[in-house]
């Protein structure tokens, strides 16, 4: 499975669309782009999965450029109870579901 | 329609002692994933299991841990004569049978080990 880079933190006031970027330059055309957050002390919460097309849910959308190499989550009205580290994570279609973390990004959302 | 569901939440353990954690995937799910996340790190896969079936264990201590998914009842995870530094969040994850695509795993609320 790919490699992805996001950044260690960001801030977002409350209210503002936090836009989370991620880097997966590696990603190969059956990989799927996954995005899950933890917020403190609980497990993980999947958000929302894509391979070429953006997509959006109730939660949140998700940008994907056009050669794949990177992606953005884009929660449109942060509020305080989205703090939580958001995990970018990129996984090969036709496997098994394994999904391996990274250090995600820790997003404070201040009032 | 429950979800995945962890037992014990907190669990306290002496060193020596054995420490086993239950998870029952959501209904319908027959895989299931352990993680494990030391203090202030990331979580790390440790297995994936099938019924009655491990798939993938490179994630797991050579030592001293094991888990199963038997035909009837929860997956564990065992830990046997634990130390201090096992002490953690364990998080178990189930999915559907379906393999490839693009499945989502659900998590459940993790088991929390403290070894004195």
């Known amino acids: 499975d790919a490699k992805t880079t996001q950044p260690t933190s960001m801030d977002c006031a409350e209210g503002r669309a936090a836009n989370l970027p991620c880097n997966h330059s590696?990603?190969?055309?059956?990989?799927?782009v996954y995005w899950y957050r933890q917020i403190h002390s609980q497990g993980p919460q999947y958000i929302i999965h894509?391979?070429?097309n953006n997509e959006t849910n109730e939660m949140a959308s998700l940008i994907i450029t056009e050669d794949r190499k990177s992606s953005t989550l884009i929660l449109p009205h942060a509020t305080l109870r989205d703090t939580a580290v958001y995990y970018c994570?990129?996984?090969?279609?036709?496997?098994?579901?394994?999904?391996?973390f990274g250090a995600g990004t820790r997003l404070a959302v201040h009032p | 329609n429950a979800g995945v569901m962890q037992n014990p939440r907190h669990l306290v353990r002496r060193r020596g002692q054995e420490a086993r954690l239950r998870c029952s995937p959501m209904?319908?799910?027959?895989?299931v994933y352990w993680y494990r996340q030391l203090p202030e790190e990331g979580l790390k896969f440790m297995v994936y299991?099938?019924?009655?079936?491990?798939?993938?264990e490179s994630g797991m201590p050579k030592e001293r841990f094991s888990a199963e998914f038997p035909k009837e009842g929860p997956s564990i995870l065992r830990i046997q004569q634990v130390v201090r530094g096992d002490s953690a969040a364990y998080f178990c994850?189930?999915?559907?049978?379906?393999?490839?695509?693009?499945?989502?795993?659900?998590f459940g609320e993790g088991s929390r080990l403290t070894v004195l």
């Open positions: 590696t990603i190969s055309g059956n990989e799927y």
């Open positions: 994570i990129v996984r090969v279609s036709g496997g098994y579901n394994k999904l391996i």
């Open positions: 299991l099938q019924k009655e079936n491990i798939i993938d």
């Open positions: 994850a189930s999915s559907p049978a379906q393999q490839g695509g693009a499945g989502e795993l659900f």
């Open positions: 209904k319908g799910h027959s895989h």
């Open positions: 894509g391979l070429k």
